[in-house]
């Protein structure tokens, strides 16, 4: 029998003896062959094995058509390799980074618009109110349109489910009722200041808030101040009475209404700690702010009646030689507005810290004294201003030192 031999081109290897090989009929099954065959689409003609793309090898077998097998194994395809399922979770987990950072983006995002509608709609108030009791001096008829206008709002949004509508027990609404009463005479008396005295005035006294919380939570609550609270209060008194002193538009009724309302409003702030330790879960601050907004329209329109009667009509105003559609619709603007920038303030302290919230007061304040003058152009000296920034720098001084603790013994 002719055999044929095939002898290696390296010449540091042995030359390969023949062996002998019998054709079988029923060629052995080779699954790596096969598995070859279909992933690289190599053709096959009868027994012979051809791929163009494999480098050349040497074979050693019979001259006669038999399966043959490589001497090394075909490498596996990338899709099958262990680095690309790295790349997959690391893709994956990159994806889930930038949701958290759109996330978080989102939510800081949202939140700077609330603090700029919170700023807006307070501007927007005081220079919608100040104009309205320029010309119609009666604050506390004012006072209760404000209170409808909010009034209606609520029961509109209880309505129609934009908001659920609290359940309120005997016992809330007793606890409730005294809130409502301080918040009526606090924002009574801020809109007899503003009639009286400039807004950028009536602002830089009200700045004196952090004063009267501090003195009535250690009368009534026994909350007893640290040395920084103490300290910061004084840029806050003495702030005010230099600008008090060089104010062109100073009136005592005007001080006076303004210092009263800063003790209304801290006196409904000690209260609610007090007597609003618990609350029910269906009595968030929005519906707490609702619900006062409510008893305050009940408590104050039967005052504004029996004081001013009827003089909001159309008749007495045209009688008065006012411009009815103007003093109605920037009444209108300011009850909106009102409303407004107290949801708003809310809903940003669900949103932050108490302290935030007090930072963004401050700065409320301030963009509230410089818009109004610029506004109405309000003659201000510079011993005037800077007794205005002493003070604000003593509310944002007081702000941040609040958090200190004092140490027990």
């Given amino acids: 029998m002719q055999t044929a031999a095939f002898t290696l081109s390296s010449p540091s290897l042995p030359i390969l003896k023949p062996r002998r090989l019998t054709p079988s009929p029923n060629p052995r099954f080779d699954p790596i062959r096969v598995s070859a065959s279909k992933r690289n689409d190599l053709s096959i003609s009868g027994n012979v094995v051809s791929s163009p793309s494999w480098p050349k090898r040497s074979w050693s077998g019979c001259s006669s058509a038999s399966p043959l097998r490589p001497w090394t194994s075909i490498p596996l395809p990338a899709s099958e390799s262990k680095p690309e399922r790295f790349e997959v979770r690391a893709t994956a987990a990159e994806s889930a980074n930038e949701g958290e950072n759109s996330n978080s983006l989102l939510k800081t995002l949202e939140l700077g618009s609330l603090f700029a509608l919170w700023y807006l709609f307070n501007i927007y108030f005081n220079i919608y109110n100040k104009q309205v009791l320029k010309v119609f001096p009666h604050p506390v008829t004012v006072t209760v349109v404000q209170f409808t206008v909010g009034t209606v709002l609520v029961i509109l949004m209880w309505t129609f489910n934009i908001y659920k509508r609290p359940k309120i027990s005997g016992a809330q609404l007793a606890a409730i009722v005294p809130l409502a009463a301080v918040h009526t005479l606090g924002n009574l008396f801020t809109n007899m200041s503003l009639g009286k005295v400039a807004v950028s005035f009536t602002h830089t006294i009200k700045a004196m808030e952090p004063f009267f919380s501090v003195l009535l939570s250690a009368m009534f609550l026994g909350e007893m101040p640290t040395i920084w609270v103490i300290a910061s209060l004084l840029p806050i008194v003495g702030g005010v009475a230099l600008a008090s002193v060089t104010e062109a538009s100073f009136n005592w009724a005007g001080f006076w209404s303004a210092m009263a309302s800063n003790l209304t409003f801290q006196s409904r702030n000690v209260l609610s700690k007090k007597v609003m330790v618990k609350k029910e879960e269906s009595l968030d601050n929005i519906n707490l702010f609702s619900i006062i907004t409510v008893l305050s329209f009940i408590f104050l329109a039967p005052v504004a009646l029996f004081k001013d009667g009827v003089k909001f009509t159309p008749a007495y105003l045209q009688s008065a030689s006012l411009n009815v559609k103007q003093l ?15 949801q708003v303030s809310y809903m940003i302290l669900q949103r932050v810290s108490p302290v935030t919230h007090s930072v963004g007061n401050c700065v409320k ?22 007794g205005t920034g002493i003070a604000l720098a003593g509310v944002f001084l007081y702000s941040r030192v609040k958090r200190i603790k004092p140490k027990t013994a």
């Fill in 328 to 342: 109605y619709t920037r009444s209108l603007l300011a009850a909106l507005c009102f409303h407004a920038y107290q």
């Fill in 365 to 386: 304040r301030v963009v509230v004294i410089i818009s109004s003058v610029l506004f109405f152009r309000t003659p201000v000296s510079p011993i005037n201003s800077l």
